[in-house]
């Protein structure tokens, strides 16, 4: 659970980290080169986060055995 | 046993896998040809140009495949699974043709990569929607305990698509000569073309399909999903399964597949600069031994499980990625070289100078080096030198020669005004003035590209091999796990989206992360980088994926997948 935010500090560092390290030739190839990654990832790390959340309380300790489990609402 | 009453399942696997092969094919021209794209689509020399031609060519096909699998997918749990990967296979097949007759940058203007990012998404969106509907196609008519064994035929495809790009690539190649191919309206456009065949053939191929018959079963009972994106995502039981399905075994095996197939044929080009078509022969050799393993572990799957064949390839990925890929370089490096310098074969071009049409004060000097070995291998180092006119010496005609390493007179490359002083490697020599380029703006640049010899050229088959096995341990039996995951009527929605998340985004940003991480390593002291740093991303996503995978996945095989 703590992995996800993790990633996203990480991310979001060395995206200020490397941007502000270019030069003003690559500077806007590498901000967007980051901002797609961070675009991508982002999302992905809040579903990361969400089954950590899942996986602390215990939803994954059974898994279901029929659909029936899944589609009844 | 579940079957389609009037054709085998010899034919359904057929009818699938076909039209998925030619998605794949499509998909791969593509990528296959960017260099040449974005010479064709995109300004030289601009900035913007750049940025776009990263969006296209790394990003833009790959990003919106998870797109195309939530619109297509959810199509295909309201109106059926035929239809929808009919209409999947239209709009690739379309598109494709279409990118092969945009006229060039030079005709149309910014017009032209508009067009061709605009095609490229409609490719993305089209095999986001496409997979999902095939393997899910195929599980829904396949036998229990043979559904791992028929839905691995489906997955051979994703590899075979590559195949046939390749073969059709150097075979155009090859035929026209590099030149004519590169040109605007040249050969390059005919893989292009060609899909339109191979999509009408598929086309009438799937007509004659019929539906799913789970799905006609669900339908006929009135039980299909009213709104699958809702109950896919919007549940948590369901949303669960989704989420255990991307993080525990999707991801892991996208980055697997792309660093096994792609990551390595660029790293061979890029990094070890083996010619064109050695990397490539290299890659096809492969994939040909190693596609039917797909099958081989797909029927091992319905004895044993998916779950541990799928890890076991992870954790082998893991383990050994870097070791093999230090191979790669330590076969094509000259340091290690067991054949002895062939001097009689060992050559050097005749210099030419090229003045810069935009900078009458530059001018490029190229000359090829041939190093033969007598174990056959041919390393080619094109050296470019830049020469650089000085402003502030009084101009007189001189010519300008460049000195060959180990010859005494200059080859004479043209005659010019110059305003040049001495400098190391270049001189100018025209009998009367003696001049050369200002020493401080020389700059030099070497392109290396080897031809490998045959010791080394099957070595490196084989551990390309090796990679590809890894590929087919984790992708051979992933239909038939993801088809069991889900419930019916919401199984292609379900399973499309962590499908492409897993492979159209980890996997397919495996060779721009990777090359970007190895920018991160450059420094003054190691300029080139470590070669080897790009794989901490597949090794990396693989470690996590099969600690998630080991603790949360189950190894059962869920024979009902008829509910």
């Known amino acids: ?73 | 046993m579940t079957q389609n009453s009037s054709k085998g399942m010899g034919f359904i696997i057929g009818a699938s896998s076909v039209g998925t092969l030619i998605e794949w094919y499509d998909f791969y021209i593509f990528g296959m040809l960017a260099t040449i794209i974005s010479k064709q689509f995109f300004p030289e020399d601009s900035g913007t140009s750049a940025l776009l031609s990263t969006l296209a060519i790394f990003a833009a096909g790959f990003i919106v495949r998870p797109f195309g699998a939530l619109v297509f997918g959810r199509l295909g749990d309201l109106i059926g699974r035929k239809y929808t990967f009919l209409l999947t296979l239209i709009l690739m097949g379309g598109s494709t043709f279409a990118i092969g007759l945009v006229p060039g940058f030079k005709s149309i203007g910014w017009a032209a990569p508009i067009l061709v990012l605009i095609l490229r998404l409609v490719q993305g969106l089209a095999l986001g929607g496409e997979y999902g509907g095939a393997a899910t196609y195929v599980a829904e008519h396949a036998p229990a305990e043979r559904r791992g064994y028929w839905t691995s035929w489906i997955q051979t495809t994703a590899t075979l698509g590559l195949f046939l790009a390749l073969g059709i690539i150097i075979l155009i190649r090859q035929g026209q000569g590099v030149e004519k191919f590169s040109s605007e309206w040249g050969g390059w456009r005919y893989p292009f073309w060609i899909s339109l065949l191979l999509v009408i053939v598929s086309i009438v191929i799937r007509m004659k399909m019929s539906e799913s018959p789970m799905f006609a079963k669900v339908k006929s009972e009135g039980k299909t999903s009213v709104n699958p994106l809702k109950e896919s995502f919007g549940h948590r039981a369901n949303f669960k399964m989704v989420l255990v399905a991307l993080f525990g075994a999707v991801m892991g095996q996208g980055v697997v597949w792309y660093t096994g197939q792609f990551y390595a044929q660029t790293f061979i080009e890029n990094v070890c600069k083996v010619n064109f078509i050695d990397s490539r022969n290299i890659l096809l050799i492969a994939i040909l031994f190693a596609t039917p393993f797909f099958v081989v572990f797909g029927t091992l799957s319905d004895r044993i499980g998916r779950k541990w064949i799928m890890l076991a390839g992870m954790a082998l990925a893991i383990v050994t990625y870097r070791p093999i890929y230090q191979k790669f370089i330590d076969y094509t490096n000259p340091a290690n070289r067991t054949g002895l310098l062939d001097v009689a074969k060992t050559t050097a071009s005749n210099p030419v100078g090229t003045l810069d049409s935009k900078d009458k004060k530059k001018m490029l000097v190229t000359v090829k080096y041939d190093t033969a070995y007598t174990d056959g291998a041919v390393y080619t180092y094109t050296k470019v030198d830049t020469i650089h006119y000085q402003d502030d010496y009084s101009g007189t005609t001189a010519s300008i020669g460049y000195i060959l390493p180990g010859k005494n007179n200059p080859s004479i490359l043209d005659t010019v005004l110059v305003k040049l002083k001495p400098a190391a490697g270049v001189v100018l020599a025209d009998g009367i003035t003696y001049a050369a380029v200002d020493k401080k703006s020389a700059k030099q640049g070497v392109v290396v590209e080897k031809s490998v010899d045959s010791s080394s050229f099957w070595k490196m088959v084989f551990l390309v091999f090796i990679l590809i096995l890894y590929v087919t341990m984790v992708y051979g039996p992933i239909a038939a796990f993801l088809v069991e995951l889900f419930p019916t009527k919401i199984r292609y929605t379900s399973m499309s989206l962590p499908y492409h998340i897993g492979n159209g985004v980890f996997g397919g940003l495996v060779p721009f992360l990777g090359t970007l991480i190895v920018e991160f390593t450059k420094t003054k002291e190691l300029p080139g980088g470590d070669p080897l740093a790009g794989l901490w991303y597949p090794i990396g996503i693989a470690a996590l994926c099969l600690i998630i995978g080991s603790v949360y996945l189950q190894n059962k095989i869920d024979k009902e997948v008829m509910d």
């Open chain 1, 1 to 73: 659970m703590l992995l996800a935010p993790s990633i996203i500090i990480f991310l979001f560092w060395q995206a200020a980290d490397k941007i502000g390290m270019a030069s003003e030739a690559t500077k806007a190839n590498i901000t967007l080169q980051w901002s797609i990654i961070l675009i991508i990832f982002f999302p992905i790390c809040i579903g990361l986060l969400i089954f950590g959340y899942y996986a602390v309380k215990g939803y994954y300790e059974h898994l279901p055995e029929s659909s029936a489990e899944i589609t009844d609402y």
